[in-house]
Structures are given as C-alpha cells and as structure tokens.
C-alpha cells in the first residue's frame, strides 16, 4: 500500500473504529441513567465530537511524543541498509507515528509494518515503549471514571477499578514468580 493509502484510508478507519465504541458506550450510558425516559443521545453528534475532542488531541500528543522518541515520520522510500552479515537490506520507512498513535490510543491492532509495535521503526526505545503502553489504556481507565461521574457514583467506579486492579495483581505477580524463576 502507498503512504497515502495507510494514511487517509487505515488510519481514518481506526479513527472512526475507536469513535464508534466510544459513541456506543455513551448511549449505553445515557440507557444507565436514571430518567432515561427520553432518546439516548444522538450517536452521529457523539462520534464525531469524540473524534475531534479525545482521539483527535490524544493522538497528536502521542504522535509528536513518538516522532521524538524516534519512531519514524518521513515520506521517504526504502532505505538500503547493509546488516551485520553484510547482506544489503531494503527496509521501510514511512510516517508511523501518527498511525501508530491512533492504533494504541483506539486499541486497534497491525501497526505500520504489520508487527504491531514489534519493529525496531515503530517502538524504537523504552521511552516510547511506555508511551505507547500508556496511551493503550489511558481510555479504557478513564472511562470507568467517567462511568461514576455520568452515573454520579464516583465512589461505584473507584470499587471497579479497584477490583481490576487487584484482579490484574492476582494474575501478574505469579506470573513475575514464575517467570523469574
């Protein structure tokens, strides 16, 4: 595929992808409320303020902060490499970072180059290993936040979400044991 087709094509499908569960989930909170007694909301309305209000924004934050961390955001071609055995190698390139962005922010899968974020170009380092991991579940966390403040029962979210918590401990400190053993 051209630079062009991953940018305006995939990428603006994994915009409406996210949107589009977003918008779901807040008719399903508007169902949840108590006077629920009139329309749910208008879902075209919600996406696309979605769209222009959250994953917009995030994913220009996310972008920038990957292209500085190196992953790659140029139009060039492939770029000939000799590696280590003296093979020459084509390999590449292309403005990853602002599809890499919305792939985590909106928890799509595939990637720029088909690895997810497994390639040397799109995760190029722990700084960006950690951005990519914390955009990947900045929204699912908030919105089990904003459950409790749509529903006005703060304190029935922070129960949630600690629940999880303690839920992701029960399977992630025996599998540190047992991986470090």
């Not at 208008?42 to 917009?56: A, C, D, G, M």
């Not at 703060?154 to 470090?180: C, K």
Request: cysteine-free; aromatic content about 12%.
């Amino acid at each position: 595929m051209t630079y062009l087709t991953q940018l305006g094509v995939i990428t603006f499908l994994q915009f409406v992808s996210a949107a589009t569960g977003i918008a779901a989930l807040i008719v399903v909170l508007n169902a949840m409320k108590e006077n629920a007694k009139e329309g749910l909301g208008n879902f075209f309305s919600i996406f696309l303020k979605s769209i222009t209000r959250i994953l917009l924004p995030l994913s220009i934050v996310v972008a920038v902060l990957l292209t500085f961390s190196g992953t790659t955001t140029s139009f060039d071609g492939k770029d000939t490499i000799t590696n280590l055995q003296g093979d020459e190698v084509q390999v590449s390139r292309g403005p990853a970072a602002g599809m890499v962005a919305i792939k985590h922010i909106g928890t799509n899968g595939g990637g720029w180059f088909g690895a997810n974020s497994a390639h040397p170009l799109e995760n190029p380092n722990y700084f960006s290993n950690m951005v990519e991991m914390i955009s990947q579940v900045i929204l699912p966390i908030a919105f089990i936040f904003a459950l409790g403040y749509y529903l006005k029962r703060r304190r029935m979210s922070y129960v949630i979400f600690g629940v999880m918590t303690i839920g992701m401990f029960a399977f992630l400190i025996p599998t540190i044991i047992a991986e470090s053993h």
